[in-house]
């Protein structure tokens, strides 16, 4: 079984390149349950910051199951891996986001990342 994890590497921790992206941001995306915004960088690779606020997605069981689903879908996105440029990505909930499932998750991340990339492509 080959290690699936997600590094400190492929995250965006510091609260000043989350206002970064907050600020410079080149990209937004959303739906009724997600904000996404994305600003270029010289980075390697992709990285993902999330905000899950108790507003949003009440108890702490509720925001890391949210949290886990977001860290999968942009670990597996296909869209991510073709854009010639990397991102910085802020991945920001929306009240009721807690009461989706987990397919219906699945796809509003899906689609927004999908977007993502269509307007990432047309920016760079």
Do not use: W
Not at 68 to 97: C, M, Y
């Amino acid at each position: 079984m080959t290690y699936q994890g997600f590094p400190p590497s492929y995250r965006i921790l510091k609260s000043r390149e989350f206002d970064a992206v907050f600020k410079n941001n080149s990209v937004r995306v959303s739906n009724a349950s997600f904000l996404i915004l994305a600003m270029a960088t010289h980075n390697e690779k992709h990285r993902l910051g999330l905000v899950v606020s108790k507003k949003t997605a009440g108890c702490a069981v509720f925001r890391n199951r949210v949290k886990r689903q977001v860290r999968e879908n942009f670990r597996t996105s296909q869209f991510l891996q073709a854009l010639p440029r990397k991102f910085d990505i802020l991945v920001l909930t929306r009240p009721g986001v807690a009461r989706l499932d987990k397919q219906s998750m699945a796809e509003n991340l899906t689609g927004l990342f999908e977007q993502l990339c269509r307007k990432a492509g047309s920016v760079s």
